[in-house]
């Protein structure tokens, strides 16, 4: 189907239209109201003086709805939806976000590769329970970068479609940011953690050894670890659900 809507406000006209390949009549329709809402909210734009249709932040923020529709209907992960808007907010639309999506070259995305490059951590970084901590700013590791073009280039693809662009910018163009790679961490090895566990069963309570096994096993914070209860358990299916955490 290729969906075409003309809509007529006042003095202005508004024309639109989007090409969908293997869709069905009702998504067709769907496509087709959702096309009329669209050319409402720009004509409402239009009106206090603003063009909201050519920005990236606009269609990102689009995609980001879309997003959360797909996670609803399970077809993408809540770590996945997640992950895409923190890369955006973070690593996209501070460069990118004022960009005409029209007038959006393979060129812009490689200078924005160097802008990554230049990029660091800022020196303030939130935790969970909203409380901040001080950290050095140094450059982002490459594979938190990639993570942020894998992003980047899923929404290119949404992108194409969507805004009807005659070529996908992100298609031909190869991920060569220069960053340092991810620092190893240090962990305990096999050897410790058996003497960790051997030394475990001296103690009084036996329901040490139990903590550090779940602890070890499920790569645990020791806050989800207080955080459990009994009914996280299922004894018949072997499994512990990690859904919680103490942060007071």
Known sequence: YAVRLQLTIGSLTINKR?????????EALIAL????????????????????????????????????????????????TET???????????????????ELKPKDLKQWM?????LKRPAIRKARNKRTYPQEP?????????????????????L??????????????RFTVKAAPAKAKATLTQD???????????????NVRMLMLIFLSGAMRASELSALTRDDVDFEKGTITISKSFVE
């Open 114 to 118: 160097f802008w990554l490059s230049e």
């Open 84 to 102: 895409h808007i923190a890369n955006m907010e973070r690593f996209v639309l501070p460069y990118l976000g004022a960009f005409d999506v029209f």
């Open 33 to 80: 109201e959702r096309l009329r809402e669209e050319a409402k909210q720009e004509a409402e734009a239009s009106s206090r003086g603003e063009d909201p249709r050519a920005t990236l932040t606009v269609f990102v923020r689009r995609w980001m709805k879309e997003l959360g529709i797909r996670k609803a209907d399970g077809e993408i992960t809540v770590k996945t």
């Open 18 to 26: 989007k090409l969908l390949p293997g869709a069905s009549k009702a």
């Open 160 to 173: 194409t479609v969507e805004a009807d662009l005659p070529r996908n910018p992100a298609r031909e163009i």
């Open 192 to 206: 410790e953690v058996a003497k960790l566990l051997e030394a475990a069963k001296q103690d009084r309570d036996p």
């Open 138 to 158: 140094l450059p982002y590791a490459k594979a938190t970068l990639a993570g942020a073009w894998r992003t980047l280039r899923a929404f290119c693809g949404w």
